[in-house]
């Protein structure tokens, strides 16, 4: 105790690192690293330049508060010591407290030196204010519009915004300073004189938002597994996913923050309230709204909002009475101890303080629809009419909603009522690595499990869904013990946890690796019939007498694989749900597999049910399959069949892979052999089916374009299923229906999964086929996969994938050896100079390679040189893109120099380069010599007069090239208008 005592602060910065970076990014957000600076600044111990050198845009936060770390060290026992006060003050719970106290800085002699020393209260008293300052200082003359964009910028959350407003503040001067100053002192002034008169709390207010947060904490701070039986800490084991944009924003790729959630990033509709949530099943919305609660329970993020209300769409289902808001918000989240009804009453009267969230929409039964409409808060109505009304506004305008679903499942109906949308991607490469090692307390074991997972990539892939890296991880000694054959599809990783959860339980250890499932029957007809029926009912909640109703037993509930379910609803009952909603789906797929009670239609209204795109579904479609029990009065609509499709569809995936030649032996010690052969062909059958049916909706093509199908999203679900049984047969069989020469698959959320289901697939097409898979998010892992398909493959157009250096060089040495591949697209991806010189050694090799499409990426004037070194030696290429990247004069001139020869260039784009005049004096040698050249691309580059000059000289000696796009570049009006004249096929303006 004494060491600890005569430490000092630097000593203590140093011993505490580990800790001190805990707390700076366990809350995945960037604020609290943010406030210390602000104080830190505020002390006059940072200076600008130290902020800058700590605070980079676009670098890992970990690497910002090591340097934070290292700066603060390097300054001294002062800086330490008010660091650590600073955490203290930031971070209150964290275990370096200090008992020294921050200095107030000194005399605000200017109005700069105040928006200096009281930073850290400006930042967080104004983040309300930034419009109205804005508008202040644009008005008086100080800030001009890109200042105010440069504020304004989407990706910064508000008080990113002011940080940024005064740091502009400060560049300009004194005078825009006190504007900004007497706006703080006006805004004080006028807080001062509102407070306890605009805002009233009811006094009983401060002791329910501590009962709600301390409820929340409760139900957040762990994660139950094994039936409950062991419970995770979520902040030992949560590792951060992937949140973005969709696609169609400019910034679509770049990971989000938490707070970032709530912020206006992304807003596309201002009037509206609800925030979606959307990601594949087991892609981590669930995890990450639990995060969220805990954060908020802990005053750690979301700070606006003083009273937030959790809610999960599976446990609503179970609610039969009509409710009113009052009910649902107190029945379901936390019941006051008293004066309910003014507490109500400050909540409908302050609806932008409240935050509601609702877990998995996709599993509510009703589906948003405007049957109802609902604007009276104290009117009782079906619990599922409330929520469709909240979210759409119609009830609680202004209270900001958050709600997660898999994208599939969101109705158009909702869609227009949603302030944004952000996409829950799953884990990352480092996130599955985290994610591994945080689950292992043995760090050796975490090292064999990364290194077994990077052996085989097509696990390595399945591990981006959180909920299957969860499973490998809980499975990892099966994993390292060597199995027959590795672990490739997701129903083997399934199956994995099945074994490993029922052999967790045996008696004895068996040689014969099929014995578990035969000792273990009854439990797995049991639940499997459970999860049957409630999959089909949109059931996820399960009371004690409908396990009863289907035989499960509590040693088929110790088994594992229901966990009692944590609400904070009142009711006293116990009820039950499976671990994950996958496993549900999985336990349904076997009950087809082993049950004898099943109808025998029920596999191919399956599969009928799933073809919604395909084939017209009726109103009963499922229920004549369930067992006789089920009455009529249970047969659910089609609005109610859209809404439980994705869950059938996962169901239908587990059929196909559990009934794969491999597995049959395990089933055929429960069930005839008869059955299983004849349930195989059953599903062969179905597949088959409904893809030729799909073949054949494909329009005949447009005379002189190639023949092509955009495929929807039933289509990656059928090739899926194929992939599952892992029969080659089927694959083939099916391929050599499919004739087109182009195949489309952008913005069909293709991931590494569905890229190695594609490539053991259309490896068996008869002929070459271009493959278009932009705006998924597949990354280098996906790439990777799809490698068994490039020899067929003859363009490939992988536009926004997030493919690195990694990736594309794979793809690059295999392409050397694949005589149909002639054209790539890479546009928007994160290709640097390093993978230059792999693209100059194809075309080095290859003589019958097109087209060369890298825009927006990296490459900078050293990639050009590289690949001007392959163009060179290349008499084939055609197309070269280079749009978007930093190839300035130097790259531009090496390029030059090696396409002037060329003999088939026929389009060459080095748009957005940098390019000034002595680039274009090198182009105009291109102009001059290649005669097969059609067009050329150099808008919003810096070129000038004497550039565009040599341009006009050269396009007099060659007749051929149609024209020179030169949009936004260094010159006058006048001078484009008499170059124009001069030369009609310079196109100055678009």
Not at 85 to 96: D, I, M, Q
Not at 141 to 156: C, Q
Not at 387 to 402: A, D, E, F, H
């Amino acid at each position: 105790m004494q060491s600890v005592v005569m430490m000092t602060a630097q000593e203590r910065v140093l011993r505490q690192r580990p800790d001190i970076l805990h707390g700076l990014c366990s809350s995945g957000s960037s604020e609290s690293l943010e406030s210390v600076l602000d104080i830190l600044r505020s002390q006059e111990l940072f200076t600008l330049e130290d902020y800058h050198n700590v605070h980079v845009e676009g670098r890992p936060l970990f690497a910002n508060a090591r340097q934070l770390l290292d700066l603060a060290y390097s300054k001294g026992e002062e800086t330490c010591v008010c660091l650590l006060t600073a955490l203290e003050r930031v971070l209150p719970k964290s275990r370096y407290a200090s008992s020294e106290t921050i200095k107030e800085g000194g005399a605000n002699n200017t109005s700069c030196h105040a928006l200096v020393t009281q930073r850290d209260r400006l930042v967080h008293e104004l983040k309300e204010s930034v419009d109205a300052m804005l508008d202040k200082l644009n008005t008086l003359g100080h800030f001009t519009s890109v200042d105010v964009e440069a504020v304004k910028r989407p990706v910064l959350t508000p008080t990113q915004q002011v940080r940024t407003l005064l740091d502009h503040v400060l560049a300009k001067g004194e005078t825009a300073a006190e504007v900004v100053w007497r706006f703080f002192q006006q805004r004080q002034s006028s807080s001062s004189l509102q407070n306890g008169s605009e805002m009233s709390f009811p006094k009983e207010f401060s002791r329910y938002q501590k009962k709600l947060r301390s409820s929340i904490l409760a139900q957040s701070l762990c994660v139950g597994t094994y039936g409950g039986s062991s419970h995770m800490n979520l902040d030992d084991i949560y590792t951060e996913g992937q949140l973005e944009l969709p696609k169609k924003f400019s910034d679509a790729g770049v990971c989000l923050t938490l707070e970032d959630i709530v912020g206006e990033v992304g807003t596309t509709n201002t009037e509206a309230d609800t925030v979606l949530l959307s990601g594949g099943a087991g892609s981590g919305k669930s995890i990450l709204l639990q995060r969220m609660h805990l954060l908020w329970a802990r005053g750690a993020v979301f700070e606006e909002f003083l009273l937030l209300f959790p809610f999960s769409c599976r446990r609503l289902n179970s609610e039969q009475q009509e409710q009113s808001l009052m009910d649902l918000l107190f029945h379901h989240c936390c019941w006051p101890d008293r004066d309910k009804d003014e507490i109500f009453q400050f909540i409908l009267d302050n609806p932008q303080l409240i935050l509601f969230t609702f877990d998995g929409l996709d599993e509510l039964k009703e589906t948003f629809s405007e049957k109802q409409t609902v604007c009276c808060p104290t009117k009782c109505a079906p619990v599922p009419i409330l929520l469709l009304n909240l979210l759409q506004g119609s009830l609680m305008k202004g209270v900001r909603k958050i709600v997660s679903s898999r994208p599939e499942a969101v109705s158009p109906a909702l869609k227009k009522n949603l302030r944004k949308e952000v996409i829950v991607k799953g884990f990352s490469p480092s996130g599955i690595d985290s994610f591994v090692r945080k689950h292992h307390n043995d760090s050796s074991v975490a090292i064999q499990v990364i290194q077994s997972l990077k052996t085989n990539r097509a696990l390595l892939g399945l591990c981006h869904s959180p909920v299957l890296c969860w499973i490998v991880s809980q499975c990892h000694k099966e994993l390292l013990d060597g199995q027959e054959e590795s672990a490739r599809t997701v129903t083997h990783v399934y199956l994995m946890i099945l074994q490993h959860f029922f052999l967790r339980q045996s008696s004895a250890d068996s040689t014969d690796e099929f014995s578990w499932m035969l000792q273990h029957h009854t439990t797995v007809l049991h639940l499997g019939q459970l999860a049957f029926e409630g999959v089909n009912c949109s059931v996820y909640v399960f009371s004690r007498t409908e396990l009863n109703k289907c035989g499960v037993t509590e040693m088929d509930v110790e088994s594992g694989f229901l966990i009692q379910s944590r609400g904070m609803s009142s009711n006293p009952h116990k009820t039950y749900e499976f671990l994950h909603v996958t496993i549900q789906c999985f336990f349904a797929a076997v009950f087809v597999v082993l049950s004898t009670n099943i109808e025998q239609c029920t596999i191919s209204r399956l599969f009928k049910a799933q073809n919604t795109e395909m084939v017209p579904c009726g109103n009963t479609c499922f229920y004549a399959c369930l067992p006789s029990g089920v009455t009529q009065q249970q047969i659910l609509d089609q609005d109610t069949l859209q809404a439980k499709h994705h869950n059938l569809q996962i169901t239908a995936m587990f059929l196909s892979g559990l009934l794969s030649q491999r597995y049959q032996c395990l089933w055929i010690q429960c069930c005839p052999i008869g059955i299983i052969k004849k349930r195989v062909k059953q599903v062969i059958k179905c597949v088959s089916k409904a893809l030729q049916e799909h073949f054949k909706s494909i329009p005949p093509p447009v005379q002189g374009e190639k023949k092509s199908m955009h495929a929807m999203p039933g289509f990656v679900w059928l090739i899926k299923c194929i992939y599952e049984m892992q029969e080659s047969t089927v694959a083939k069989t099916a391929m050599s229906k499919l004739d087109v020469q182009h195949l489309k698959l952008t913005y069909c959320n293709i991931g590494s999964v569905e890229c190695t289901a594609l490539a053991y697939v259309l490896q068996h097409l008869k002929n070459p086929v271009g493959l278009q898979l932009d705006y998924n998010y597949f990354g280098d892992v996906g790439i990777e996969q799809l490698l068994p398909c490039l020899h067929i493959v003859q363009s490939l157009e992988i536009r926004h994938n997030n493919i690195s250096d990694e990736g594309i060089c794979k793809v690059v040495a295999k392409a050397m050896n694949c005589e149909n591949f002639q054209k790539i697209a890479l546009f928007n991806n994160k290709l640097t100079d390093a993978s230059m010189r792999h693209f100059s050694e194809l075309l080095k090799t290859k003589q019958n390679f097109l087209a060369l499409r890298l825009g927006n990426n990296n490459i900078s004037s050293e990639g050009a040189k590289q690949l001007a070194e392959g163009l060179k030696w290349n008499r084939s290429l055609q197309y070269l893109g280079l749009w978007g990247n930093k190839v300035g004069d130097a790259g531009t001139q090496a390029l030059a120099c090696a396409l002037e020869s060329s003999k088939s260039l026929i389009w060459l784009s080095l748009v957005g380069n940098d390019v000034g005049s002595a680039g274009a004096c090198a182009l105009a040698n291109v102009i001059r010599n290649c005669t097969s050249l059609e067009m050329l691309w150099l808008s919003d580059n810096c070129i000038t007069r004497p550039g565009v000059e040599h341009l006009i000289e050269a396009l007099q000696q060659n007749i051929n090239v149609k024209s020179v796009l030169l949009i936004n570049n260094n010159l006058s009006k006048k001078d484009e208008e008499e170059m124009a004249q001069q030369e009609p096929r310079l196109i100055f303006h678009a």
